[in-house]
């Protein structure tokens, strides 16, 4: 049997049709393309075979080929919606980045107050040893006019400041307790406390005698040296000869209290030597009762002395205004240390809140990239566009770009609120210092010690402390 055609042309054979390709005579292009985008937009995700449907129904519609650069009704759309998944995983990426915000806030005005607060120690008012009050800052200014003034007698060669070594400056606290024990046995030997039950009138009238002998005598052996500490010269020592009238009636007047006190040694052990080893020892009473004395005079003169050679009346003028100001200072290094401290937790946010926004961004890039591809795909099925031309973006190079392409009707998802929210967590608040106490230290010593927190000078970005500015 002849299959063939009487004309010899070929009978037509029939061609299955694509599930998402309509034939062009199913009805009216306009219907079907409207029944198509309906379906395209219905639901919270886009259904690629309803968007290829559609994009071929809109070509069959359009009837003509176009040109690449073009994009049609139904391609902005995939578009729109592409950019609208988008804005959606950014809306995620913004309320995520908003509770990082908050917290770097709340720690950058806690820092803020911190700084502000150390800013202020510095015109607190303290006592001056000189006596009155006076703001920290021009204390501190004193203690560098005095310190400057210390080292420039050291450098000259002056001994007069130099300090006892530490185990010498503290045997008169030392002496003062061991004598205060052996008065108050002294003492209860003459008030004949009775030690089976020691609490009794006997034992507080010996306790007064020894506290009252041990503090006015050690109290006046201190008035003594710090008196002859005056006359310290620069090789050390303290000279005899020129002192003045005060002086020596307080030199004259210890030297007999130490030798009143030998004697009270003496004659107190002798006394308990006798009784506890009876007559016969008069010898061995005699001998300890002098050691005792001549320990007591050596205690005694070396209290004297311990405050006469210790330094002197400047460097003690010296550890007084630092005493005055030390408070206050370590405040304020405390309150530094805590705000610079806080760096590290922000910065820690400021991490976070990065990797936050590039994920964010780059899944927004992926439902533009996802719209784009299906409009390729609908174009590679009804052919109704020239060759494709645009080529491919980086997405290295572009945060919102996903390695697809980017015409100029390409509606961009909104990256503001995103990059606000990032921009304040790495800022810090209006008006607050970015420097740390570390580099206002740095900054001060490269001033030198004469400019460095001085009367005039203003500290932390505050007013001068002596002016009427700080005052207020």
């Known amino acids: 049997m002849n299959t063939n055609h009487p004309h010899g042309q070929q009978p037509a054979t029939s061609r299955p049709n694509l599930t998402v390709v309509p034939h062009p005579e199913e009805g009216a292009p306009a219907s079907r393309l409207r029944r198509s985008i309906n379906r395209v937009m219905r639901g919270r995700r886009v259904r690629r075979r309803a968007a290829l449907r559609m994009q071929v129904i809109e070509q069959i519609h359009i009837g003509r080929q176009r040109h690449p650069g073009t994009a049609s009704y139904g391609e902005n759309l995939l578009r729109a919606l592409g950019k609208a998944g988008g804005d959606h995983v950014l809306g995620k990426t913004q309320h995520t980045l908003e509770g990082l915000a908050n917290r770097a806030d709340r720690m950058r005005a806690e820092q803020a107050g911190l700084r502000t607060r150390a800013g202020y120690r510095r015109a607190d008012f303290v006592r001056h040893p000189d006596g009155g009050v006076q703001t920290v800052a021009n204390t ?29 400056r503290r045997m008169p606290r030392l002496i003062l307790v061991a004598d205060g024990l052996l008065l108050l046995y002294f003492f209860s030997g003459v008030t004949n406390v009775d030690w089976s039950s020691p609490l009794s009138a006997a034992l507080v009238f010996a306790l007064m005698l020894a506290v009252m002998v041990t503090g006015i005598s050690f109290a006046f052996f201190r008035l003594a040296g710090d008196r002859l500490q005056q006359y310290k010269n620069d090789a050390g020592t303290v000279p005899l000869r020129g002192l003045d009238d005060a002086t020596m009636a307080v030199a004259g007047l210890a030297i007999a209290a130490v030798a009143t006190l030998a004697t009270l040694m003496y ?10 080893l009876g007559p016969a020892a008069g010898v061995t009473a005699i001998i300890i009762g002098l050691t005792l004395a001549m320990v007591s005079v050596l205690a005694n003169t070396m209290v004297i002395a311990v405050h006469a050679l210790d330094g002197s009346t400047q460097a003690d003028r010296l550890e007084a205004l630092g005493a005055a100001i030390a ?19 922000i910065a820690i946010l400021g991490r976070r809140a990065e990797r936050v926004v590039i994920t964010g961004i780059a899944a927004a890039g992926h439902q533009r990239a996802a719209a784009d591809r299906l409009i390729d795909a609908g174009r590679a099925i009804h052919q109704g566009v020239g060759p494709l031309s645009e080529p491919a973006v980086d997405p290295n190079g572009e945060d919102g770009i996903i390695g697809y392409r980017r015409t100029e009707a390409t509606p961009e998802v909104d990256e503001r609120p995103v990059r606000l929210a990032q921009r304040h967590i790495n800022t810090p608040l209006t008006g607050q210092p970015r420097s740390g106490f570390a580099e206002q230290a740095d900054l001060e010593q490269a001033a030198g010690p004469e400019q460095a927190a ?19």
């Open 454 to 472: 001085g009367p005039e000078q203003a500290v932390d970005g505050e007013p001068p402390a002596g002016s009427a500015q700080a005052a207020a």
């Open 267 to 276: 004659f107190r052990m002798h006394a308990e030597v006798i009784d506890a």
């Open 140 to 168: 501190v200014a004193d203690q560098d006019r005095q310190r400057a003034e210390i080292a420039a007698d050291i450098e000259a060669g002056s001994r007069r400041h130099r300090r006892l070594p530490r185990g010498l």
């Open 327 to 345: 408070p206050p200072l370590t405040e304020e290094r405390r309150l530094h240390e805590q705000a610079d401290a806080m760096e590290q937790q």
